[in-house]
């Protein structure tokens, strides 16, 4: 079992940066690979990014790519979302997730974090 607690989020100024913080307790994350989703209002979990166990690959879309990072700490169990020129429309609730494959499909992760919301003001 995995539990997984986000931190980080808040309400940012478009253009400005936020790094979000996805900490593992209960198992080591080592043996997962990870992911970042949203989900903005009236709209459904969109994928954000994703690596796999040891950091050496990741995943984003093209609405969030050359923009957002994904990285890993292993020896910390903590995931980070690294995100730069924020847009109003990246608003969201933002949940990382824990799986046994990097992909972007979100039932094949099976732990998931509460969500945490972050805003970007126009």
């Known amino acids: 079992q995995v539990q997984l607690v986000e931190s980080g989020g808040g309400l940012v100024q478009a253009g400005g940066s936020l790094r979000l913080s996805c900490a593992a307790s209960g198992r080591t994350l080592g043996s997962y690979a990870m992911a970042w989703f949203r989900r903005a209002p009236g709209k459904e979990r969109e994928f954000v990014a994703a690596?796999?166990?040891?950091?050496?690959?990741?995943n984003y879309p093209d609405s969030v790519k050359d923009r957002f990072t994904i990285s890993r700490d292993n020896a910390k169990n903590t995931v980070y979302l690294h995100m730069n020129s924020l847009l109003p429309e990246d608003t969201a609730v933002y949940y990382c997730?824990?799986?046994?494959?990097?992909?972007?499909?979100?039932?094949?992760?099976?732990?998931w974090g509460q969500g945490l919301q972050v805003t970007v003001s126009s």
């Open positions: 997730a824990a799986g046994p494959t990097m992909t972007t499909i979100v039932k094949e992760y099976g732990y």
């Open positions: 690596t796999n166990w040891s950091g050496a690959r990741t």
